[in-house]
């Protein structure tokens, strides 16, 4: 028996910090390898890009749910959407939270940045700006102040990355690592996720771990997640050169 789709998603900044830990930690791992005819020579810029991208894609299989933080970020854009997918792969935490999803969502990510280097960065500003929303970045008492700051820090950035040069070859594998990201997350949860849709409907992870938005959430895996981030950015920036000399 299925749990009722009523359940509350995984806090959204959860998913967020698991997508810049997630990719922050398989950097070391794939730096200087080949795979799938993609090469990971990956510097500063792709690394706090591939972090900031995978973050937005950690959000994407929440977009089936009229109350995540992805279908909130860019107003009746993602509502649309938001109802579109919830209609498409039968309601909250089934055909989103698939391996077919992350497989077509990285493939159609891969294919934007082989069509159009725009297209690839509008795609980049879109998932940043997914990310910093659901990091917090933001006044819940001004939403639109908020929504001006998040716009502005997300085009500043995603221009610095384009003027830095930064290479978005591996942009579909970050996709597909962020929704996987999202999965493993939500199997710690107590509703589980199918997998294997549409072949079965088996909730791996169901009923046995913590309660969405809960004490174990709020007071163990944000803070954890968060020294986890602030502990890669020591290992894997060269601070010494990237720093101004006194």
């Known amino acids: 028996m299925s749990t009722p789709a009523t359940v509350p998603p995984m806090m959204g900044h959860s998913h967020a910090l698991s997508g810049v830990v997630g990719w922050m930690a398989i950097v070391p791992l ?115 102040a908020a929504e001006i700051i998040n716009a502005m820090a997300t085009a500043g950035i995603t221009l610095a990355l384009y003027s830095a040069g930064t290479d978005y070859s591996w942009m579909g594998l970050a996709v597909a690592f962020g929704c996987l990201l999202h999965f493993i997350g939500d199997m710690a949860t107590q509703m589980g996720v199918p997998l294997l849709w549409p072949v079965s409907k088996y909730r791996f992870g169901q009923n046995i771990g913590f309660t969405t938005d809960g004490k174990v959430e709020r007071n163990v895996v944000t803070p954890v997640l968060t020294i986890a981030i602030i502990l890669y950015s020591f290992y894997l920036f060269p601070w010494p050169e990237l720093l101004p000399e006194s």
Not at 76 to 89: E, G, I, Y
């Open 30 to 144: 794939v730096q200087g390898t080949e795979f799938l005819g993609i090469r990971f020579d990956l510097g500063p810029g792709e690394i706090i890009a591939g972090a900031l991208v995978c973050a937005g894609a950690a959000l994407i299989p929440d977009l089936d749910h009229k109350s995540s933080t992805i279908t909130q970020t860019y107003g009746v854009v993602t509502q649309v959407l938001s109802s579109l997918f919830n209609w498409l792969f039968g309601g909250h935490r089934n055909g989103t939270h698939s391996l077919l999803f992350a497989l077509l969502m990285g493939g159609a990510a891969q294919a934007l940045a082989l069509w159009s280097d725009l297209a690839v960065q509008i795609f980049v500003f879109l998932l940043i700006g997914i990310a910093f929303n659901g990091l917090g970045f933001g006044m819940e008492k001004n939403r639109v």
